[in-house]
């Protein structure tokens, strides 16, 4: 069972450069989320997902872009890189939005972004 | 808005003995779910303890507690008898039920010596 996985584990990008982070669930979870992750910020909610065919934003949506096509897939799109997108970031997942102690978030090990 | 607080960036502790871990957290939100989450420096993130707003007990798992006081808003992790593969970084966070995100705090980088 290979739980959440996110691809790639690194990227360097130079400004203004686009990419997608992949990331994909196994386990048939209806919630999807990503989020960054900064020293002293802790992890910051950007999109995530309660089933397909639906995204929110979260805390800082702004220069990212998601959809949900299939319940397995939520992509993070950076439609032009910026200096201040070099992060990790982690996708997320759980079989229900209502996250409770036997629905807990399940994390991807997380993609190493730099941008230059 | 919803916040979650952890004022402690850095914490030391012996092997074998008690820490706590503090997170205090603000929601109008009536029913609200509370998590915390170990980060190794391997870098995944591990499930802990989940606490209910509802719930009549502190939440135990295995050497990990969670004092919470409702009226104090406040949630903190209570590690057993440490170990130094305790030694990481310490998150908590909040789902108020009235939406779907989870918010986190900035986290405590626990240090177990020996």
């Known amino acids: 069972n290979a739980g959440v996985t996110q691809t790639p584990k690194f990227q360097v990008l130079k400004t203004g450069q686009s990419m997608t982070l992949q990331c994909a669930q196994d386990m048939n979870h209806e919630y999807m989320s990503w989020y960054r992750q900064d020293p002293g910020m802790g992890l910051r909610l950007i999109h995530y997902?309660?089933?397909?065919?639906?995204?929110d934003q979260g805390e800082v949506p702004n220069g990212y872009n998601v959809s949900r096509s299939t319940t397995e897939d939520f992509p993070l799109r950076l439609l032009s890189a910026a200096p201040s997108q070099t992060s990790v970031y982690f996708c997320a997942s759980s079989y229900s939005n209502r996250l409770m102690g036997n629905s807990p978030l399940h994390f991807g090990n997380g993609t190493r972004l730099t941008v230059t | 808005a919803q916040k979650i607080t952890q004022t402690q960036p850095g914490m030391f502790v012996q092997e074998k003995e008690a820490v706590t871990l503090d997170c205090t957290y603000d929601?109008?939100?009536?029913?609200?779910?509370l998590f915390w989450y170990k980060q190794p420096s391997s870098g995944e993130m591990i499930f802990l303890i989940y606490?209910?707003?509802?719930?009549?007990q502190n939440a135990t798992e295995g050497r990990y507690s969670l004092n919470f006081q409702k009226a104090r808003k406040s949630a903190n992790l209570v590690i057993s008898a440490s170990q130094l593969g305790d030694s990481a970084m310490y998150f908590c966070a909040m789902i108020p039920y009235n939406t779907d995100k989870l918010i986190f705090g900035t986290g405590t980088r626990l240090q177990v010596f020996p």
């Open positions: 606490q209910g707003s509802y719930d009549q």
């Open positions: 929601t109008s939100d009536p029913s609200y779910g």
């Open positions: 997902s309660v089933g397909a065919g639906i995204t």
